[in-house]
């Protein structure tokens, strides 16, 4: 049996140093809970009036397999409470159209407030993107900027690193 096709993401993430770069866009706000912590992180995500079970992969720098799916609104809201307990970030997401890229920017609240991220998805891993100037230091392969890391070990907690 040969190799299966599997679906990849590609992203670069960054440090935002402008927050103020979503105050003339329309953001969509997110509540997103892990399920598992193992290497494969299972996630399910509302996001305004849609929901998803998402499935990733271990990545392998800026890539790594990925499988999305949408689901009712209820039964993500029921999965966060029964399977996801404390194990979630709350932030609002705006896409902010940056030549040919689209970057999404997201603002988070609760303990992860004060951070500010953005990210870029690629087509491959070596295509090229022209960084605005209002992204800061690179994030991409740091482990504790990951949603699902930031889930269990807050920004708050590592912020003064910085």
């Given at each position: 049996?040969g190799?299966l096709?599997?679906?990849?993401?590609?992203e670069?993430?960054?440090?935002v140093?402008n927050?103020?770069?979503?105050?003339s866009y329309?953001?969509?706000?997110?509540v997103?809970?892990?399920?598992?912590?193992?290497e494969?992180e299972v996630r399910?995500?509302?996001a305004?009036?849609?929901?998803y079970?998402?499935?990733?992969?271990?990545a392998?720098?800026?890539a790594?397999?990925e499988?999305?799916?949408?689901?009712p609104?209820?039964d993500?809201?029921a999965?966060?409470v029964?399977?996801?307990?404390?194990?979630q970030v709350?932030?609002v997401?705006?896409r902010?159209?940056v030549?040919?890229?689209?970057?999404e920017?997201?603002?988070y609240?609760?303990?992860n407030?004060?951070?500010?991220v953005a990210e870029?998805?690629?087509?491959?891993?070596?295509?090229?993107?022209n960084l605005?100037?209002?992204v800061?230091?690179?994030?991409?392969g740091d482990k504790?900027?990951s949603n699902?890391s930031?889930a269990?070990a807050?920004?708050?907690?590592?912020?003064h690193?910085?």
């Open positions: 049996m190799e096709d599997m679906a990849k993401e590609i670069r993430k960054f440090l140093k927050p103020g770069i979503v105050s329309t953001g969509l706000p997110y997103q809970g892990y399920v598992s912590t193992d494969t399910i995500r509302v305004g009036n849609r929901a079970l998402t499935l990733k992969g271990v392998k720098g800026p790594r397999d499988y999305e799916y949408e689901i609104v209820d993500a809201n999965m966060l029964n399977f996801c307990g404390d194990r709350r932030k997401r705006y902010v159209p030549d040919s890229h689209t970057f920017v997201d603002v609240a609760g303990e407030e004060g951070l500010v870029v998805e690629l087509s491959s891993d070596e295509e090229t993107v605005p100037v209002w800061g230091k690179e994030l991409t504790r900027f699902r930031l269990t807050p920004f708050r907690d590592f912020a690193t910085l």
